[in-house]
């Protein structure tokens, strides 16, 4: 049992230093304004690592897989030709929000911080990520933080979760974005998982068979 116990705490240690991926350092930062009803009804804009950013596709993800139960809406300064379609450029900035385990999408507005992380439904993370070009291809540059103000108007009949965000993410860059979005239910594309994700072949085999026998594909 100890020997599997390091041999997990080896691969985590390799997969938190993946070469492609840095984080930037980072200091405790409140969001851009005081209460969620005062964030702007204008699409969600700012800058990211010294970049601007503002959000053209907005999307929202459940997935249901057994063990892996999560939300996700993501926020890109890419575009797609179709709605759920592949967004370009290959490597758009984006902002995204990841609520874990099953929830229902009511109406709701959040304060995160510290002290709501252990509260199930508080339990959103706010990410963002872009890609910067370098002498060897370039690298993913990445950062999370819980102190953030989030609004849901929860999902319409036509499928769509619009609400607002505002979040600065205490890098030196000074990262922040604030703003509205109203965002396109699509399904899981566990082929392309965002950073975060896990894998498809992490899935244990266990639930793997259990997705089968219930009908999954």
């Known amino acids: 049992m100890r020997a599997l116990a390091v041999a997990a705490w080896f691969v985590a240690g390799l997969l938190a230093c993946r070469a492609d991926t840095k984080a930037p350092p980072q200091k405790p930062a409140d969001p851009p304004v005081s209460t969620p009803s005062a964030i702007p009804d204008a699409p969600v804009s700012g800058t990211i690592h010294g970049t601007p950013f503002v959000a053209r596709d907005m999307r929202y993800i459940v997935d249901d897989r057994i063990g892996y139960a999560h939300v996700d809406i993501k926020l890109s300064t890419g575009k797609a030709d179709d709605a759920c379609g592949t967004i370009v450029p290959e490597r758009p900035t984006s902002v995204w929000l990841r ?52 609004t849901l108007h929860g999902v319409s009949p036509d499928g769509h979760l619009s609400g607002g965000l505002a979040v600065c993410f205490g890098d030196e860059s000074n990262s922040c974005v604030a703003g509205s979005f109203e965002a396109t239910s699509c399904p899981p594309t566990i082929d392309q998982p965002v950073r975060g994700t896990p894998p498809p072949e992490s899935i244990p085999k266990q639930y793997l068979e259990r997705m089968l026998l219930d009908g999954g594909s």
């Open 99 to 150: 609520l874990d385990g099953a929830h229902k999408l009511g109406a709701k507005e959040l304060r995160l911080g510290p002290d709501t992380a252990d509260k199930p439904d508080e339990n959103w993370s706010v990410h963002y990520q872009l890609f910067e070009p370098d002498g060897s291809g370039g690298h993913w540059t990445g950062l999370t933080t819980r102190n953030a103000l989030l």
